[in-house]
């Protein structure tokens, strides 16, 4: 009998056990869930960012391909510029 009794002490208790980590359990979900809540918003801005990241490479490969061609131009007009000043220093002499 008192075996018994010691069985069923055991049970109820491991019973208490179980009963106190679902609660626990319990409140860890809700905890998780209002942490996902937070975290869904910052994923959308996230997505807008990256999106936004690739346009700003793509602006930024176009206005890098505009200066090397408008370097270009420079170089060609500098070179035209200094044959105009030979040929009026030679027009000079």
Do not use: W
């Amino acid at each position: 009998m008192k075996e018994h009794q010691g069985c069923q002490d055991y049970i109820y208790n491991f019973d208490i056990q179980i009963n106190f980590k679902i609660a626990e359990l319990g409140i860890e979900r809700e905890d998780l869930q209002m942490t996902m809540a937070k975290v869904a918003p910052l994923k959308t801005t996230i997505r807008v960012l990256e999106r936004s990241n690739k346009a700003l490479a793509t602006s930024n490969r176009v206005l890098i391909t505009n200066n090397i061609l408008f370097h270009d131009k420079i170089r060609q007009m500098t070179k035209q510029i200094e044959q105009v000043a030979r040929h009026v220093e030679r027009l000079q002499q």
